[in-house]
């Protein structure tokens, strides 16, 4: 079974620029999550989907971050503009009743603003 | 609210040491418990999990157990081995309408040959 694929796995950008990460879950899983891991710290959830809907976006700086899963499969996540502050390695999960709700990781998506 | 404290880092011991690493938490319900590891360069890995109270949750040497009259799910393994320096996440899950996962901050393990 295919795991969580994300893309792009490194990117630099100038701070006030934007950047895009792509995430395609394990097939089949309904619910989807981008989490935020700074140096150090532990990963904090950005946003839960469940299908197409969003379940939790409690801690998305909706001020320049976005997320969106139009048909319930794959995600991107958006940040327009970046600070520095947003290098960090945006981490893709996804989870499925059917398979106990154990979430499983993507490789991340390790994001350097300048 | 619901959170996880672990302890901090980093550890340092030599190979062949016991470990202990201690986790414990804060949640309303019946949270899933979880292990996660993270090697240099690479995404989080599921180590072990525990979902219900005295559960013990066990892979690769390593051990945990669900105690719920003291909040704790402190991960232990008897032989570390330098293929184990990592950083450590404990993690609880909820599940309401949807899982949930909540990390605590980690732990950056070093094993010295």
């Known amino acids: 079974e295919a795991g969580v694929a994300q893309s792009p796995r490194y990117k630099i950008i100038e701070k006030r620029q934007s950047v895009a990460f792509w995430c395609n879950p394990i097939?089949?899983?309904?619910?989807l999550y981008w989490y935020q891991q700074i140096l150090g710290q532990g990963p904090k959830l950005l946003i839960q989907?469940?299908?197409?809907?969003?379940?939790?976006d409690s801690q998305l700086p909706k001020d320049r971050f976005s997320a969106e899963r139009l048909k319930g499969v794959d995600s991107t996540l958006k940040i327009q503009p970046a600070k520095l502050e947003d290098s960090a390695v945006y981490l893709c999960?996804?989870?499925?009743?059917?398979?106990?709700?154990?979430?499983?990781f993507g490789e991340g998506s390790w994001l350097t603003v300048v | 609210g619901d959170s996880v404290t672990q302890m901090e880092g980093p550890v340092t011991l030599s190979e062949e040491a016991f470990l202990t690493i201690n986790c414990t938490y804060t949640?309303?319900?019946?949270?899933?418990l979880f292990w996660y590891v993270q090697y240099p360069g690479e995404g989080l890995q599921l180590l072990l999990k525990?979902?219900?109270?005295?559960d013990k949750g066990s892979n690769k040497g390593f051990e945990a157990t669900y105690r719920k009259e003291t909040t704790s799910f402190h991960l232990e393994k008897g032989s570390v081995q330098v293929s184990d320096s990592a950083v450590y996440f404990c993690?609880?899950?909820?599940?309401?309408?949807?899982?949930?996962?909540?990390f605590g901050s980690g732990t950056r393990l070093s094993i010295r040959p």
């Open positions: 999960a996804s989870s499925s009743t059917r398979a106990g709700n154990t979430i499983y």
């Open positions: 097939s089949g899983h309904a619910t």
């Open positions: 989907f469940q299908n197409n809907g969003v379940v939790d």
């Open positions: 949640a309303t319900g019946y949270p899933s």
């Open positions: 525990a979902t219900k109270a005295d």
């Open positions: 993690a609880l899950g909820l599940y309401s309408s949807a899982s949930k996962i909540i």
